[in-house]
């Protein structure tokens, strides 16, 4: 495809190409890359020798030689590279992990895909498709051992119902650059739910655009950055059809003087898109000083003919009389320090409708922050 302009009542204008060399190397001046630390990510903007991401094949999933043309996937949701990364992750990845939903399928089990990672360095080119009518829940389980530059297109078909989680967890070590697309049709449903516990550098771009009226989608988010991770979560919600929802929210605890995270929420709301909701909200809590965490929500309307149109920021520091009204109770300070981070997490992970999916995520998250091993010593303690 050739380099085209997006329309100029876009908030981040770009160009959309799937060819490399139509795109421009990021410098860090640019809006969109003026938070992330180019100098640790630079050989993702060069054509490199790197393996390709891949998955156990089973029910749903298979893994396909990558092709030349655009797949049927990326056509419904009419995807198309937006930067260099992307472009280069599109072109040069190898094979394609892809998860089809069949029309109609209702998949009781969670389908967990385990994407590993073969070479130091890889592309990654994933896609999901659920069909008309069908109802599921995917877990993406990416390999945090090594580095990956990826795609994820996501293609919700009409009155279908899938819930997506992307799992970063593991070694502080590995960079992760990820382009997420979603496109959901008409009365269909999508939740996005990402969980960023692991990684030296983590950039997720997430968008969502509709294909019909009364289509519904909820990105949340929940991350821990501590020591010297960074990690940054851009959100782009086009609200181009009538009559339909987008909620937005995402969640962050700091800790470290060199932990950084980044978060913009970017919602456009066409003129023809009469009647919908939106809101976004992003919080984040630094448990120490010296975190940094940025927040920047955009809301942009083209027509003034909506239910409800709204956003949300703000950044604090660790509660102290939380702190106290535990302590007072008996509980010692790091567990309770530990208890309200996991509280401010919660209300964003409630809205996972799978317990078992919900309660895995839990567990990972006070794995990190220690809950584990200090009811442990609490207990020993007791007795």
């Not at 119902?161 to 070694?171: A, E, H, I, M």
């Not at 009538?242 to 969640?251: G, H, M, Q």
């Not at 909701?277 to 942009?300: H, K, Q």
């Amino acid at each position: 495809m050739s380099a085209v302009q997006a329309p100029p009542s876009d908030l981040a204008p770009r160009v959309l190409s799937n060819d490399p060399s139509d795109h421009d190397v990021p410098h860090g001046r640019e809006e969109e890359w003026r938070f992330t630390p180019i100098d640790k990510i630079r050989d993702f903007f060069a054509p490199g020798d790197w393996g390709t991401v891949a998955a156990a094949s089973g029910e749903f999933v298979s893994v396909r030689p990558a092709s030349a043309d655009t797949s049927a996937v990326e056509s419904s949701a009419q995807w198309v590279a937006t930067d260099l990364p992307s472009a280069l992750a599109r072109t040069k990845a190898a094979d394609v992990v892809s998860i089809d939903i069949p029309a109609e399928a209702q998949v009781a089990d969670v389908i967990v895909v385990d994407l590993t990672a073969p070479a130091a360095a890889n592309y990654g080119r994933i896609e999901i498709s659920a069909g008309a009518f069908s109802k599921a829940t995917v877990v993406l389980r990416l390999d945090m051992t090594s580095d990956i530059s990826g795609i994820l297109v996501t293609d919700v078909a009409d009155q279908a119902d899938l819930t997506v989680l992307t799992l970063y967890d593991g070694p502080r070590t590995s960079r992760h650059i990820w382009q997420w697309a979603t496109t959901v049709g008409r009365d269909a449903q999508f939740l996005g739910l990402s969980i960023a516990l692991g990684g030296s550098v983590i950039r997720l771009q997430q968008s969502v655009r509709y294909a019909g009226p009364g289509g519904s989608a909820e990105l949340l988010g929940a991350f821990l950055a501590a020591d010297e991770q960074f990690q940054e979560f851009r959100i782009f919600v086009d609200h181009n059809q009538p009559n339909c929802s987008s909620n937005v929210v995402f969640k962050g605890a700091l800790s470290g003087e060199s932990a950084h995270t980044v978060w913009i929420g970017d919602v456009l709301v066409r003129r023809e898109a009469t009647g919908i909701e939106t809101y976004e909200l992003n919080r984040n809590l630094l448990l120490n000083d010296g975190p940094r965490a940025d927040s920047v929500p955009n809301l942009e309307l083209e027509t003034g003919d909506v239910v409800s149109a709204g956003h949300a920021s703000a950044t604090g520091r660790f509660d102290d009389e939380q702190l106290f009204y535990l302590e007072s109770r008996g509980i010692p300070e790091n567990l309770a320090r530990q208890l309200v981070v996991r509280g401010f997490f919660v209300d964003v992970l409630a809205k996972v409708k799978d317990a078992e999916l919900r309660d895995d995520v839990l567990r990972r998250i006070e794995e990190r922050i220690g809950m584990e091993a200090l009811e442990e010593q609490v207990s020993e303690d007791v007795q």
